[in-house]
């Protein structure tokens, strides 16, 4: 056996790049084609951004296929994995098209709320949409676009107006619209259109741009918006950008108090390390001189766009001060130096790396391995900001609390006072992923939450103690009266928890509800419950049924989980936590999954009525944000240890609610136990009434 390395790197179309190094032991003889790569199965899942597990589960379904295998191990050639990815994009390969993944979607559609309500550019840049929404623009077409915009601008910023009935772009090119200082930006812009002196369009644009005037917007990124709109969908995911809409830009800097506070620390160094086309900067305009100003982005496309509002924006500002601050750099990685009073902006959310540029990523950074660039744009950021300084993002919420994320709040609990949490919500146009903005400050001290003001869901209040503080989580979403029940809840020493003790099983994944649920009862199928079919401790009438194959699904647990003598039924996807009790052996979907507790002591039923009571929801959504019901949060909630007597009475009530046959005496029982439970929390009557406010 020789050994032999190889490394490869594969330019797929919409830039999709992937540099990897393949090593494996092979005989002469093994070889299918001595130029060709091949790809392990995670490295193969990686190019389709798909979990390794999913794609285990698709070979053993038969919808991809290795082209080898090495000690049981698949591996696919180059030819293969270039083939089944033009399939995904071309649609022809149907393993994506019911997934949440959308990152090979063609077209391109409008980014809404980018720019103001009020703002007469939004139809117009609608219509453009529209009329391409079916197409994939090229770079040349694009910049087409991008250029008779830019143009329209610049010639009402400098008070030249043409009766030009076609478009702006070819009289440029033919020499009849002269913008002096600014026509090396527009010429970046046109890129080789410029360059090559080619004054024919090459995307029809006389017809596409006839009638179609923008208008000049004080403060609103026309071009951006534009951008966005046509640029492919499936690139803008897969590059993780999610540009900024203006009014969530404007919450950010009215915490950052640009004109109050900001102002008076001059001469400022103000960065935006992921600038794109340049809406957080613009929006510092007046306020802050073009001199403080500092920008940075990996697509040079979008630094040109930035560049042109900027310089529209500062009529008097020299262009080559603008190209000076506004620059084509990655933060990351790049040589820049430079510290900075503050650094603002929307990191990237999961954009795709390149394998080797994440081992690099995972040498240099210690929140490398959370595979999250908003980890590294933080931790970049704590190293770059002057002590004292100020950070404002926009992250996802998900920083706050997910386990992927406790390194980088390892860090801000070491050296960074949090000042500000304002909980956004879904602000993303086809995003849903809720966003928080965060303003920090580094202090080089440990944090500390007395004084952090935080906004959410309409409640707005001050934190007034110093907590104890978790890199496990930051929940500091709850003002101090409910953090004095949660805490003394979290303090009790009378509790046990699911974790160690307790069996956890995912609902069935067919792979196809279309093809294996059916709607009538025959003598092969069986009910088979969902996520809708259970509430808080019954089940309702099912109406699909599953004739029960596991060999064909996607994905089972083991039988004995669904068979069990009893086990509880729980809603996977939600808020709230819904738990019901099944001793009929019933089937579940995975929006059903199944729990097997075996605390010793502590009886099924009574963990039942547990984790259906208001406190319990109480303590789960104070510690947890999210909408799945996950193992790792059920086996973090603390059940309170009883007496025998106190658990009879508690199960006697959960029985009288399953087998109620009215919803008012269902309700009378649940408050009955409800209480119950509360008092065995250890809350006093005007701590459990508090609750029950919360939750009526």
Same mark, same amino acid.
């Given at each position: 056996m020789q050994p032999f390395r190889r490394n490869t790197q594969i330019c797929l179309k919409r830039k999709l790049r992937v540099d990897l190094k393949v090593r494996f032991m092979l005989n002469?003889?093994?070889?299918?084609? +001595? %130029?060709?790569?091949?790809?392990?199965? =995670?490295?193969?899942?990686?190019?389709?951004?798909?979990?390794?597990? #999913?794609?285990?589960?698709?070979?053993?379904?038969?919808?991809?296929?290795?082209?080898?295998? *090495?000690?049981? =191990?698949? @591996?696919?050639? !180059? #030819? @293969?994995?270039? !083939?089944?990815?033009?399939?995904?994009?071309?649609?022809? $390969?149907?393993?994506?098209k019911n997934r949440r993944n959308k990152k090979y979607v063609d077209g391109c559609g409008v980014y809404s709320s980018y720019l103001s309500e009020s703002s007469k550019n939004s139809p117009v840049v609608s219509a453009i949409a529209s009329k391409l929404k079916d197409r994939t623009l090229t770079q040349e077409q694009l910049r087409e676009v991008l250029g008779e915009c830019a143009l329209q601008l610049f010639c009402q910023r400098e008070g030249k107006t043409y009766d030009f009935t076609d478009n702006y772009v070819r009289h440029y090119l033919q020499g009849e619209i002269v913008l002096e200082k600014y026509d090396s930006l527009i010429r970046d812009l046109l890129g080789d259109k410029a360059?090559? /002196?080619?004054?024919?369009t090459s995307l029809e644009t006389d017809h596409l741009f006839a009638g179609v005037n923008y208008y000049l917007e004080q403060g609103q990124d026309i071009l951006g918006m534009l951008y966005l709109s046509l640029k492919n969908l499936g690139m803008r995911k897969a590059a993780g950008a999610y540009y900024t809409p203006l009014h969530i830009v404007q919450k950010l800097l009215e915490l950052l108090r640009v004109k109050e506070d900001l102002t008076k620390k001059r001469p400022l160094k103000i960065l935006d390390p992921c600038c794109g086309t340049g809406n957080f900067l613009l929006q510092l305009i007046p306020d802050c001189r073009m001199e403080e100003l500092y920008g940075s982005d990996i697509d040079p496309l979008a630094v040109q766009i930035a560049r042109i509002n900027l310089a529209i924006a500062c009529p008097e500002t020299p262009v080559s001060l603008i190209r000076e601050r506004i620059q084509v750099r990655d933060f990351l990685r790049g040589r820049d130096r430079e510290s900075y009073d503050v650094i603002l902006g929307n990191p990237p959310w999961g954009g795709a790396q390149e394998l080797t540029s994440q081992q690099l990523l995972k040498e240099k950074f210690l929140t490398g391995k959370s595979g999250e660039v908003y980890d590294l744009f933080l931790e970049q950021s704590l190293r770059r900001i002057k002590s004292g300084g100020v950070i404002a993002f926009v992250l996802p919420e998900a920083v706050l609390y997910v386990k992927s994320h406790q390194q980088i709040r390892a860090l801000l609990a070491e050296q960074a006072q949090? %000042?500000?949490?304002?909980y956004v919500g879904n602000v993303f146009h086809q995003v849903q992923c809720p966003a928080v903005i965060v303003k920090m400050q580094k202090t080089g001290k440990p944090l500390d939450t007395c004084g952090m003001k935080i906004c959410r869901l309409g409640r707005e209040f001050e934190i007034t103690a110093s907590r104890i503080i978790s890199a496990e989580c930051f929940n500091f979403h709850m003002p101090d009266d409910e953090y004095e029940i949660f805490h003394k809840i979290e303090q009790r020493p009378d509790?046990?928890?699911?974790? /160690?003790?307790?069996?956890?099983?995912?609902?069935?994944? #067919?792979?196809?509800? =279309?093809? @294996?649920? %059916?709607?009538?009862?025959? $003598?092969?199928? +069986?009910?088979?419950?969902?996520?809708?079919?259970? +509430? =808080?401790?019954?089940? *309702? %009438? $099912?109406?699909? @049924?599953?004739?029960y194959e596991p060999q064909y699904f996607q994905q089972t647990a083991p039988e004995g989980c669904y068979r069990a003598k009893e086990k509880l039924l729980y809603r996977f996807i939600g808020k709230n936590l819904v738990f019901a009790y099944d001793d009929r052996q019933r089937l579940s979907l995975n929006s059903c999954n199944i729990l097997l507790p075996r605390i010793p002591g502590m009886d099924m039923k009574y963990v039942l009525a547990v984790l259906n009571s208001r406190t319990a929801q109480f303590l789960y959504d104070r510690k947890f944000c999210s909408l799945k019901v996950l193992r790792s949060y059920l086996e973090k909630i603390p059940l309170p240890v009883v007496s025998e007597t106190e658990q009879q009475e508690i199960i006697f009530l959960s029985e009288k609610i399953m087998s109620a046959e009215s919803t008012e005496m269902r309700r009378q029982y649940y408050s009955e136990a409800d209480q119950k439970i509360a008092f065995a929390y250890g809350l006093t009557e005007a701590e459990y009434l508090k609750i029950c406010k919360m939750y009526p």
């Open positions: 002469q003889e093994d070889i299918i084609n +001595e %130029q060709e790569e091949m790809f392990s199965l =995670k490295e193969f899942c990686g190019l389709l951004s798909v979990s390794e597990a #999913t794609g285990r589960n698709w070979l053993r379904l038969g919808r991809i296929a290795s082209d080898r295998e *090495r000690n049981g =191990k698949p @591996y696919f050639s !180059q #030819t @293969y994995a270039q !083939q089944f990815l033009a399939e995904v994009k071309n649609g022809s $390969a149907n393993v994506l360059a090559s /002196g080619d004054v024919e949090i %000042q500000n949490l304002n509790v046990a928890f699911l974790k /160690g003790q307790a069996d956890f099983a995912l609902g069935i994944v #067919t792979g196809n509800n =279309k093809k @294996y649920l %059916q709607e009538e009862k025959t $003598a092969e199928n +069986e009910i088979v419950l969902k996520g809708s079919d259970i +509430e =808080k401790y019954v089940i *309702r %009438q $099912a109406k699909q @049924y599953l004739r």
